[in-house]
Structure formats: C-alpha cells, structure tokens
C-alpha cells in the first residue's frame, strides 16, 4: 500500500541539522505515527511521505517555511512556572509544553525565577533547516474512527 491521504503511516526517522548535528530520532523499536494528510505532520516532511511504501528509506531536507516556520521576533513571554509541564526543575535551554489557546505548544526555557519563567515561544525548531532520515516501517488504512479524531491511535499514536 502506498502513502496516501487517510492512511496510517508507521516510520522511524533521524532528524539532523545541516551541519549533521543530531536533534532527535525516534526511539529503537517504536516507530512514530501519524494519520496522513491531516495528522499536522510537519509540511515539507508530508510531501516527501507521498506516495512511499513499507520498507522505504529516503532523505528529505525540510525548509524552515515547510517545516516550523520562520522565527518571529518578540516572541518572548513570562508565564508562571508551574504552567510549564514537562520537568520538575527549568533551567534555561530546557524546552517546556505550555497549553495555550492554539492547543499545546513547545516553547524555550530563557530566564527562570521562582515563580515566573521568560520563555521563548518560537517553535524550538523554528528557523531551521531540517534533515530527516527516514524508513517507512508500514503502511494501514485509517479507521473511521481515526479520520473523525484526525490523528493515529495504536503503538506510536495517540492514546487516549
Ligand atoms: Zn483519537
């Protein structure tokens, strides 16, 4: 089967900079998973999963407009610490989930106090070109009830 709008796709990647410094891969023996054509997969990455198969390796270079996006200026924030969820102890460089009106979102740890964090609300991958390695470990056909969640469920999906 191939990769094609409501299908399931299961897939290992490797994500570098271009300088081919590691920034994160998917662990060993859990591939990720994402519902195709609507999952918010990162754009540039969707396009390249088009049309690919089970067993399937390819590199795929990501612009930071098909990617994260652009970094936005004055994207500094203060936010009470304990609206950071992710580690017990912040220090700057972390990366913290924050619940905002637009769901949940990463943001970078800059400066942080006792009670208030400055954090930065680029997207931590905003900006930047990404390198993506990736092996397509199988393809499904989404259920329904997948299409009416618009996201994966099963190992490397959600869970509810
Ligand atoms: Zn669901």
Excluded at 17 to 33: F, H, Y
Excluded at 132 to 160: C, K, L, Y
């Amino acid at each position: 089967m191939k990769i094609s709008k409501n299908t399931v796709v299961r897939f290992h990647y490797t994500l570098k900079s271009p300088e081919g410094e590691l920034i994160e891969k998917s662990d060993e023996g859990q591939p990720k998973a994402y519902l195709h054509g609507t999952d918010g997969m990162t754009k540039g990455l969707e396009e390249a999963m088009e049309g690919k198969q089970a067993g399937d390796k390819f590199d795929v270079t990501v612009s930071p407009e098909e990617g994260y996006g652009l970094r936005r200026d004055n994207a500094m924030q203060r936010v009470p610490v304990k609206h950071l969820m992710g580690a017990k102890r912040w220090r700057p460089g972390m990366i913290a989930n924050v619940n905002t009106d637009h769901g949940q979102r990463q943001v970078s740890i800059v400066k942080v106090g006792r009670f208030m964090a400055d954090v930065d609300s680029n997207h931590p991958l905003a900006g930047k070109t990404l390198c993506f390695d990736i092996e397509v470990v199988d393809v499904r056909e989404a259920t329904d009830e997948e299409m009416s969640h618009g996201h994966a469920h099963g190992a490397g999906g959600h869970h509810h």
